[in-house]
């Protein structure tokens, strides 16, 4: 069966501190991969998109970046962080060409001080 | 662009009455349409879907209906339960973009004992 795993669970940075936030996906080849993030008490924002390594598709300008230097694994980074990017941001993916249904990791809480 | 509106924003309940959550949506091209349940600090999960060629589709106490005339799907809980309070997301499938979702802002549902 397929798994998605996301680390850290919990972060706490200062203000122009770097960020590197985990997630890499087990049990299926080729999945599309996404990273959300959601303010508090707020909806979904889709940051990023990938639908192959190397492909990465933003949604938002912003200071965050994120990569896929292998088919399953998807890292969201920062290299200075603003107080506006605290938030819990997940990681997700989808079956490729698929219309179904979007698999969520454990989430990443970070609060930048 | 697709376009979804979530209506509405907190819904407040008695234990055992009925909940209904809509959402409308803009393309008329779009063909999926999922609901997904976020616990509090929890990770979203999908609750149930419809796809554009069925007009209403169950699972148990939870049914959607979908109208793509009028271009408008809702959720519907019946017996709810305490375990019900939590925020629902509507989305669409949007046509084209590697088949990106586009997110309604979420209902809190609370329940009342």
């Known amino acids: 069966s397929q798994t998605i795993h996301q680390w850290p669970a919990t972060l706490v940075q200062p203000v122009g501190s770097p960020l590197s936030l985990e997630c890499t996906v087990e049990g299926t080849s080729n999945p599309n991969l996404y990273w959300y993030r959601q303010a508090a008490g707020r909806g979904l924002q889709l940051l990023f998109y990938s639908v192959g390594i190397g492909q990465i598709s933003s949604e938002v300008p912003q200071n965050l970046s994120a990569s896929r230097p292998q088919d399953r694994q998807f890292i969201l980074s920062s290299k200075k962080l603003l107080l506006s990017d605290s938030g819990f941001y997940l990681c997700?993916?989808?079956?490729?060409?698929?219309?179904?249904?979007?698999?969520f990791g454990e989430g990443s809480r970070l609060t930048v001080l | 662009g697709e376009n979804v509106e979530q209506h509405p924003s907190t819904l407040s309940v008695q234990e055992g009455d009925s909940a209904v959550i809509k959402c409308t949506y803009s393309d008329s091209a779009s063909n999926y349409f999922p609901w997904y349940k976020q616990e509090l600090g929890k990770r979203p999960q999908l609750i149930i879907d419809i796809r554009s060629n069925v007009g209403e589709k169950k699972d148990q106490r939870i049914a959607v209906t979908l109208n793509k005339t009028a271009k408008h799907f809702s959720l519907h809980i019946t017996e709810t339960q305490p375990e019900d309070s939590a925020v629902y997301f509507c989305a669409a499938r949007a046509q084209g973009s590697n088949y990106q979702l586009i997110w309604g802002a979420g209902t809190k549902l609370i329940i009342k004992p």
């Open positions: 997700a993916w989808s079956v490729t060409g698929s219309t179904g249904e979007l698999f």
